[in-house]
C-alpha cells in the first residue's frame, strides 16, 4: 500500500466503514464483518464478477452491482440485504441447480460443496424452474483428478489458479453462456494434456464436486480451503 | 383430548430410505402416533387413498404414468402435501436417467445387464415417463422436506410443528443431500 492512496468513507448496511479507494466493496464489507455470499469470488485470485450472488445495492443506481467488482466510492450507500437482494440471489442459484445435473446425495462433495450450502444459506427451498437435465461428459482420463461437468458451474476459480497461481493454464474456457465448459489445453482430455503439473490446486478451490481426486466417493471429497490463503501468504513474504 | 391429525404416505420412484429415516423417529413415534392416526401407507394395510388427509408425506419423484394419476389424486384429497426427500424435491436419483432415451434405460436395464434375457415388459405394468420429475412439477406442494433421506428429527419436528398448527421453518435445518 502506497502512501499516497486515499481513504474513502462509505456506508454499507446502515453503518459507516472507511476504505481504501483501491478496494472493493465485498473487500470493506468482509473487512468490517459484513456478510455478502460468494460463489466465484476467491481471495488470493482475481475477480471474476461471474457468479453474481454478490449483487448488491447502490443508492443512486437502478442496477444490481457485483460487490466484488465494484470499487469503493466517497459517500457511496450500499445495501447487501434487500429482499429484492435476497429474491434475485434464490432466483439465480435456483437457475444454477436446474442447468446442470447437480445431485448432491450421490456426488463425492456431498456435504462440503458451496453451491449446497449456499442453498442452504440464502433459504432456497426448492428449484421454481424446470431442470433441464443436460447430458454431459465426465472426464476422467486424469491419472489423479476428475472433471465433471454435471456437476460445474462456470466459476472459473480451477481456470484462474491455474493460469495466475500455478501459471500452467491448463485449464480455460470455451463457448459462451449455458453452453460454457472448463476445457484442459486446447480442448483435448485432460490426461492428454501436455501442460498441467498435476498440483491439483485447481481440484482445492473448486466450490463443488466437479473437481476430485480420482477413487473419491460420495462425501469423501473434502477441499483444503486454507491452500490458497496459505500459498498468497507465502509468496507475499518473500516478495 | 385433542382431536388426532390424520396421516398418509407413501413412495413412488424412491428407494424407501426416506420411510426408513421416518422409522427412525424411533420411540417418538409414540408421540406421532399421539397426533397422527396413520391411515394410508406402506406400513399400514389400507389399499385406496382416502377421501380427505391432513397430511401426507410423499416420498420420491414422479417417474410413470401411474405417477402422475397418483399425485393428482393425492393432492386432491390432501390439506397439507410434504414432497418428503430429495427425489420428491429435486427428483435427485431418479432424475439421472433422464438424459437418456426411454428405450435405452430399458435396454440397459432389462436386456444388456441380464444375458440371456429378450423380453421387455410392456403389460400390466405402469408406463415410465420420458422423464423424472420434482413432485411440484405436477401439482402445488406445501412443504419441502429436503435431505437423502430426510433426517429423523427434521421428520419429527416437521410433523408437530404442522400438527401444532405452525409452518415449519426448515430452511436452517435441512439440506439437500
Excluded at chain 1, 124 to 140: G, I, K, R, S
Excluded at chain 2, 13 to 18: A, K
Excluded at chain 2, 77 to 82: E, Q, R, V, W
Excluded at chain 2, 138 to 167: K, M, W
Amino acid at each position: 500500500m502506497s502512501s499516497t492512496v486515499k481513504i474513502k468513507t462509505l456506508t454499507i448496511d446502515d453503518r459507516q466503514v472507511g476504505a481504501r479507494e483501491d478496494q472493493t466493496i465485498l473487500e470493506v464489507a468482509r473487512e468490517n464483518g459484513i456478510k455478502i455470499p460468494t460463489l466465484c469470488y476467491l481471495k488470493g485470485l482475481s475477480p471474476y464478477g461471474g457468479c453474481r450472488m454478490c449483487i448488491v445495492e447502490v443508492a443512486g443506481s437502478n442496477k444490481l452491482l457485483p460487490s466484488c467488482m465494484t470499487a469503493v466510492e466517497e459517500g457511496m450507500v450500499v445495501s447487501t440485504q434487500t429482499e429484492k437482494i435476497k429474491k434475485y440471489r434464490k432466483s439465480l442459484l435456483e437457475l444454477y441447480f436446474s442447468e446442470r445435473n447437480h445431485v448432491c446425495s450421490v456426488c463425492a462433495t456431498n456435504g462440503y460443496c458451496e453451491l449446497q450450502s449456499m442453498a442452504q444459506k440464502v433459504e432456497m427451498t426448492h428449484v421454481h424452474f424446470p431442470y433441464m437435465y443436460p447430458h454431459l461428459e465426465v472426464d476422467a482420463t486424469h491419472e489423479r483428478f476428475v472433471l465433471d461437468h454435471n456437476r460445474c458451474i462456470a466459476c472459473t476459480r480451477c481456470v484462474r489458479v491455474c493460469d495466475e497461481i500455478e501459471g500452467a493454464h491448463t485449464l480455460d474456457i470455451k463457448d459462451r453462456g449455458i453452453n460454457v465448459r472448463i476445457i484442459t489445453d486446447l480442448d483435448q482430455p485432460w490426461g492428454e494434456s501436455d501442460t498441467c503439473t498435476q498440483c491439483g490446486k485447481c481440484v482445492h478451490v473448486c466450490p463443488t464436486g466437479a473437481l476430485i481426486e480420482r477413487g473419491k466417493s460420495v462425501g469423501e471429497m473434502s477441499k483444503r480451503k486454507q491452500l490458497l490463503p496459505y500459498l498468497t501468504k507465502m509468496r507475499e513474504a518473500h516478495k | 383430548m385433542k382431536k388426532k391429525l390424520t396421516l398418509a404416505t407413501l413412495w413412488l420412484d424412491g428407494c424407501s430410505g426416506c420411510h426408513m429415516s421416518l422409522v427412525d423417529v424411533d420411540e417418538r413415534l409414540i408421540d406421532v402416533a399421539g397426533i397422527y392416526d396413520i391411515v394410508f401407507s406402506p406400513l399400514v394395510d389400507v389399499k385406496e387413498f382416502p377421501e380427505k388427509v391432513d397430511v401426507t408425506l410423499l416420498e420420491g419423484a414422479i417417474s410413470t404414468d401411474e405417477d402422475v394419476e397418483m399425485v393428482k389424486r393425492v393432492r386432491r384429497s390432501t390439506k397439507t402435501l410434504i414432497a418428503f426427500g430429495d427425489c420428491a424435491v429435486t427428483s435427485n436419483v431418479p432424475s439421472m436417467r433422464n438424459h437418456f432415451k426411454v428405450e435405452d434405460v430399458f435396454k440397459r436395464g432389462y436386456l444388456e445387464t441380464t444375458p440371456g434375457n429378450t423380453i421387455i415388459p410392456d403389460e400390466r405394468i405402469p408406463k415410465l415417463l420420458e422423464k423424472a420429475y420434482p413432485v411440484h412439477h405436477f401439482v402445488h406442494v406445501d412443504v419441502f422436506l429436503q435431505g437423502c433421506p430426510p433426517s429423523a428429527d427434521n421428520i419429527f419436528y416437521t410433523l408437530v410443528e404442522i400438527a401444532e398448527g405452525r409452518t415449519p421453518e426448515l430452511s436452517k435445518r435441512a439440506r439437500f443431500g
